[in-house]
């Protein structure tokens, strides 16, 4: 079997900066207790091995013990849930990736105008949530076309759609473009609300997809970028599956089968990917083909919440960097697995789009 495996691939820099957070607050909290509001980032194994190390999360402020530690999720929390912790005087560490934070602050903007905004996302998704709890009152949240006549507009000259970041942009396209036949004044965000990490895994699987005769991705139910990737691929005409790690293979998929992509979320670890890897070889034997369609070098900072708390503690920031292990790690564990491999860098064409 050849099995392809897209780069860019796994954890983005957000996901990267978000898990830090918990790891850094575990190093430096000794025994007093850890509280993270909802999934720090979408994946089972994720939360559970933080599970394992005595981190406790929670879905509502009240489960909190007054005066303790939390952090808010790469997600991001309405100011409401902002406000509920600072009554329960918890000290809360923020490790919202900045990119949501930006449509966060965007949307804080267009309201103070007297601007109603559109929200394209999934309703109920904890990003949505929070980005609309910065103006309640000026968003309403459009996940189809279907949704657009039960709008209620005052003025379509004030009038803006923003996005979730990790939407389907091909979804994203066929949403945007019914907005615009219904409000032709609609206002554009300054920039694509939809992040790097989402468009260059999605470009990646599609222009690799092609090739394949199946395609796994690797990555949890409720992780929407994860999701996002096996629609694209069962879309473009290639079959998929979402697969939280190696035990949920099933050997029927693979009856004819000789070429498979793999690939995974945003929030994956990359050893789940390994593992996958490591269970198609030993059933069906074969070599790897890394394919390279970006090289991703975006990196966040601690955020300004942890590092006032370090200096808390004694503990200098400056010292301290975010933990990155990019797929060059996958390349020497490859080479220790004995497993054949290549690295092939691929140039996409012009309307498959480059970031
Ligand atoms: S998927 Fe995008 S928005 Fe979400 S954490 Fe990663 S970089 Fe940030």
Known sequence: MKILLANPRGF????YMAIDVVDQLLDICGDEKVFV???IVHNRHVVQRFRDRGVTFVEGIDEVPDGAILVFSAHGVSPAVRAQARAKRLVAIDATCPLVMKVHAEAIRYAKRGWQILLVGHENHQEVVGTRGE?????QVVESPDDIPGLVIHDPAKLVYLTQTTLSLDDATVIIRALKQAFPLIHEPPSSDICYATTNRQTAVRAIAPEADFVLVVGSTNSS???RLTEIATNDGTPSRLIDDAAELDPAWFAGVQ???VTSGAS???DLVHGVIEALIDRFGGEVEQRDVYDERVEFGLPGT???LMRARGVDPDTRRIRIDREADTSAWLSRKHIPNRTVQVTLRESEGSR
């Open 37 to 39: 509001y909802h999934e």
């Open 268 to 270: 994956v670890p990359e």
């Open 306 to 308: 942890l590092r006032e």
């Open 259 to 261: 070429t498979v992509l």
């Open 135 to 139: 103006a309640p009152e000026a968003i």
């Open 225 to 227: 970028n994860s999701v």
């Open 12 to 15: 983005c820099a957000g996901v």
